[in-house]
Structure formats: C-alpha cells, structure tokens
C-alpha cells in the first residue's frame, strides 16, 4: 500500500509563506469545506452532509502554505475515551510503535498516531475537547 504526499521539493519557503510544503492533519471534528466531519459515529455521518466553510485555523495554516495530507480519526465526539473498550463504530487507530502494552488514547488520537508513526507528517491539529 502506498500514500501519495507531496513533496516538500517542489514547495520553497517564502517571507508570505513560511509554512510552505509544511504537511499537516487535522483532527476529524474540525471542518474543512466540503468534507463530512465523522465524529467517529455511523449515524451522525448519515445526518449531516459536508461542511460548508473551512475551520478559521486551518484557513490560516494554509494561507501561510501548509498543505493538508489527510483528516485524523478521533474518539467518538472526542471524549478521552480508552481503545478498544469505549470505541464503539470504528476502530481505534493502532499505535505504530505498540508493544502491546501501548494504545493511544484521547480525543486527537489519530492526530497523534500520525505524528508518531509517518515521518512524513509534519504538523497535526489536534484539541482540547474534554
């Protein structure tokens, strides 16, 4: 399996964009246009279609030159909840360096497995949502 991300090559830093080719996640909870927020709940993707408006941050990440690569599963309506236990319609996503005595956990998981696990992940937008 492959996971097409932009290359940092072709993204020079500028004054107006210091961010530029900076690849970021943003946590499932917060909007991007035209893209359903999930909530981590089957039902709650059923009723609500995409988002009209983009998250006043991310806007702002990429007006400085950040460069979405993906949204990060989070708890179900971003509690802290423990995997697998409290996961209830998708899974937990798996700690990429588990021993088995290790799981992620909290509301910005994802954001977190990302960072920890995809070096080609630059920056997550996690939040505090307990």
Known sequence: LMVPVPSKLHFPKTTTKPLHG????VKDIIDLKEVKNKGQSRSYEKLYGPRIDTASIVTRLTSLGAVIIGKAKCAQFAPSDQ???DWIDYHCPWHP???GY???RGSSTGTWVALAGCSWCDVGIGSDSN
């Not at 900076?22 to 996640?25: Q, S």
């Open 83 to 85: 995997p697998t236990a």
């Open 97 to 99: 360096r588990g021993d």
């Open 102 to 104: 290790l799981s992620p």
């Open 22 to 25: 900076v690849r970021i996640t």
